[in-house]
């Protein structure tokens, strides 16, 4: 704890503060020294002293391996920590999520505490292999686990024929712990005004039945777009705050405005889909690729809701997706790992 304190201590006048006040033009020292003073004094110290104990018990009850999905919360760092860094036991990531678009937060998020990273698909895979040759160094191996994927396609069973197409409509969620970190993302203001315009389009459209996809805890949309949608008493939207793969069971068609792990499970489940994303996404080549029609360019609202106008009034068979699910499953992907270790 005294060593942190003593670090925190001389942050001032160091050279990183230096850098981040010329980046911004301007003196931001008062705004941000209390943050990082308090990250080191409190957080770092709680989080090293976390990697302490847990290293003590991973030795003493002789464990081999630490599995994880996320390493953004100060709880799951002092157990990876452990693991990794003091070399207690080795660390695993089960891929937290799928992407299309080239975002560097997955690059260190998913890598930078484990020794191997468990990947659900191959665009996955050779977007990490790039990652950790190209960028960071982190001496974490990716290995195809692409099973996980493949589990939408469990979820999808022959059902009764409708009357009317069921759509579902996925909203982006916001974070905020990566929101200026090298990640690309909407401006909330004008989400909000782009989501009025789609349930707009979808009103006109009674001849399909909608399901709004809504996350709960993303606090902005209940406070506006739900409210927005419920006011507008259209008998054939709904909305549903259920787990996104159980809609997979019932869906005809799903449309997204951001590729995510959503776009992933939908190919994989073998339901017609589209995903727009913005004009200034770096989507991965790979991606384009394997998703082709079903994966939009839009550069205004108008433009995207032309090409939802389009997706709804063509043959769905032309947006199904042959997502390559060719790895090993989660079994013999771990026995290949615990192989290397003898």
């Known amino acids: ?32 020294l209390p943050f990082l003073e308090s990250f080191i004094s409190r957080d770092c110290c709680q989080m090293l002293l976390d990697a302490e104990r847990m290293s003590r018990f991973y030795r003493r009850n002789d464990i081999g391996y630490v599995f994880a999905r996320g390493n953004t919360e100060k709880s799951s760092l002092g157990p990876l920590i452990a693991a990794k860094y003091l070399k207690a036991a080795k660390s695993i990531c089960v ?12 690059g260190v998020f998913e890598t930078e505490t484990y020794d191997h990273v468990l990947t659900t698909n191959e665009i996955s895979q ?32 022959g059902g009764k024929k409708k009357r009317s197409e069921r759509v579902v409509f996925v909203e982006k969620k916001f ?19 782009f989501q009025k315009m789609v349930v707009d389009l979808f009103a006109e459209k009674k001849d399909f039945e909608f399901i709004y996809k809504h996350a709960r805890g993303q606090i902005w949309a209940e406070r506006s777009i739900l409210k927005y949608i419920r006011s507008g ?7 549903f705050d259920g787990h996104f793969t159980e809609t997979l069971k019932f869906a005809d068609r799903v449309i ?19 995903s727009l994303y913005a004009d200034y996404y770096n989507v991965l080549g790979p991606a384009k690729k394997v998703f082709g029609r079903s994966l939009r360019e839009f550069s205004s609202e108008e433009e995207a809701l032309s090409i ?35």
């Not at 299309?100 to 997955?106: G, S, T, W």
């Not at 160094?137 to 994927?149: G, I, K, M, Q, W």
Request: proline residues 5%; charged residues 25%.
């Open 233 to 239: 008493g259209c008998a054939h939207i709904h909305v």
């Open 1 to 32: 704890r005294e060593d942190c304190e003593r670090c925190a201590r001389k942050l001032r006048g160091a050279d990183i503060v230096s850098r981040i006040n010329d980046k911004c033009s301007l003196d931001v020292s008062p705004v941000i």
């Open 95 to 106: 891929q937290h999520a799928c992407f299309a678009v080239d975002m560097e937060v997955f």
């Open 175 to 193: 974070s905020d712990r990566v929101r200026c970190f090298n990640n690309m993302i909407f401006p909330l203001t004008w989400y909000f005004e």
């Open 126 to 157: 050779k977007y990490f292999e790039r990652s950790l040759a190209d960028r960071y160094r982190t001496d974490c191996t990716p290995v195809p686990s692409f099973h996980l994927a493949g589990e939408s396609r469990k979820k999808r069973a």
């Open 256 to 274: 997204m405005d951001h590729p995510s792990t959503a776009l992933f499970e939908t190919a994989a489940a073998g339901i017609p889909v589209l």
């Open 308 to 342: 939802i106008e389009e997706f709804l009034g063509s043959d769905p068979g032309e947006y199904t997706v042959d997502l390559p699910l060719t790895g090993g499953n989660f079994a013999d992907s771990f026995s290949g790992i615990m192989a290397q270790k003898v």
